[in-house]
C-alpha cells in the first residue's frame, strides 16, 4: 500500500515537473514490461537451473545427515 502511495506522489510530481516525459513514460511503460517478459522467462529458467545443481551437488552432504542453514 505505501509503495503504492509513493509511486503515484513521484508520478506526480514528475507529471507537474516535466509533464512531456510523464506521459511519454505512461504510454511507454507498457511496452517496456512487454520487452522485459523474455528476459525475466530466462532468468526463472537460470535460478531453476542453478538450484538444480546446487541440489545435485549438496546431496551427498544431505545424504551424510548435514543440516546446514
Known amino acids: ?3 503504492t502511495l509513493l509511486l503515484l506522489f513521484l508520478c506526480g510530481i514528475l507529471f507537474a515537473a516535466c509533464w512531456p516525459f510523464a506521459l511519454f513514460l505512461l504510454i511507454a511503460w507498457p511496452f517496456l514490461w512487454l520487452l522485459s517478459i523474455p528476459f525475466r522467462i ?7 537451473m542453478v538450484a ?3 541440489a545435485i551437488l549438496f546431496l551427498p552432504a544431505r545424504i551424510l545427515g548435514y543440516r546446514g542453514v
Do not use: S, W
Open 42 to 48: 530466462f532468468a526463472a529458467a537460470m535460478e531453476a
Open 52 to 54: 538444480l545443481l546446487r
Open 1 to 3: 500500500m505505501l509503495k
